[in-house]
T-cell receptor
Framework: DTGVSQNPRHKITKRGQNVTFRCDPI?????LYWYRQTLGQGPEFLTY????????KSRLLSDRFSAERPKGSFSTLEIQRTEQGDSAMYLC????????????FGQGTRLTVV | DQQVKQNSPSLSVQEGRISILNCDYT??????FLWYKKYPAEGPTFLIS?????DKNEDGRFTVFLNKSAKHLSLHIVPSQPGDSAVYFC???????????FGAGTRLTVKP
């Protein structure tokens, strides 16, 4: 296992289209996070999974955003009816099973909505 | 609400000197703090962390200091090297929840 993997690395879409991103965490990690990062800002928390359960969602996550982790392994983040303001880097991170440990990030998916 | 703040967007230091990056937080429930380094077009990579039961953690050239009463932490890099040039993010995590909150980052430039 080489770390957290995100696909695609880049996505260009027209406004109004739906997009889906995938994250494959480190295999033994049961905690998975999605973040969004825009230019000049730090990663903004979107949502958190422990195994297959989505335990927390940010207010930033509007109704157009949905995330799943159906089998407690990979996760998907879908954005429906994309808007130009959705253009950002979407980062996934995973973290070990218990306690205070570091989170490992994927390389991100760069979304551009035109 | 910005619970983790990095008030210096950029820092420039000479190679061989010390780099000091600062971070402030507002949530007293945070008890684990991390520093990440980010190069362009890559995800953040973990650098060093500290638990609230400590006030210092050292790893090679990197040392993180935590002042709980001031809700302040800092990352010291000594000696600084040109390869350290990157954006550095401070993050904090509370014990009971598992989310991590990030600051806006500080861009460090180390000049040869």
């Amino acid at each position: 296992d080489t770390g957290v993997s995100q696909n695609p690395r880049h996505k260009i879409t027209k406004r109004g289209q739906n997009v889906t991103f995938r994250c494959d965490p480190i295999s033994e990690h049961n905690r998975l996070y999605w973040y969004r990062q825009t230019l000049g800002q730090g990663p903004e928390f979107l949502t958190y999974f422990q195994n297959e359960a989505q335990l927390e969602k940010s207010r930033l996550l509007s109704d157009r955003f949905s995330a799943e982790r159906p089998k407690g392994s990979f996760s998907t983040l879908e954005i429906q009816r994309t808007e130009q303001g959705d253009s950002a880097m979407y980062l996934c991170a995973s973290r070990g099973r218990t306690g205070n440990t570091e989170a490992f990030f994927g390389q991100g998916t760069r979304l551009t909505v035109v | 609400d910005q619970q983790v703040k990095q008030n210096s967007p950029s820092l420039s230091v000479q190679e061989g000197r010390i780099s000091i990056l600062n971070c402030d937080y507002t949530n007293s429930m945070f008890d684990y703090f991390l520093w990440y380094k980010k190069y362009p077009a890559e995800g953040p990579t973990f650098l060093i962390s500290i638990s609230s039961i400590k006030d210092k953690n050292e790893d090679g050239r990197f040392t993180v200091f935590l002042n709980k009463s001031a809700k302040h932490l800092s990352l010291h890099i000594v000696p600084s090297q040109p390869g350290d040039s990157a954006v550095y993010f401070c993050a904090a995590s509370p014990l009971r929840n598992n989310d991590m909150r990030f600051g806006a980052g500080t861009r460090l430039t180390v000049k040869p």
